[in-house]
């Protein structure tokens, strides 16, 4: 009886264990996946530029939206 008890006490252990190591996976993965899109510009962001071209300035607004809306790049110049 006491080495039932033990086995079922190192199985649920066992699980435990899985468990929390495949929570702290998932976790991980998570963080990695989310830094990754801020990091490639993946969510919406707006970059301003200024560029110097044949002395006349140019305003070069792009704008980049999240791949799950499908929206591609705008890109807005503007001379001046």
Known sequence: MTSVLLG???RLNFSLSLLIVFDFVFILHEFI?????CFFGLVRQEIAL????NRSIQF???TRKD???NVQNSFVVSNY
């Open 50 to 53: 200024v560029l110097y071209q």
């Open 8 to 10: 079922m006490n190192l």
């Open 67 to 69: 791949h799950k809306n």
């Open 33 to 37: 996946c989310a830094s990754k899109a």
């Open 60 to 62: 070069v607004t792009a």
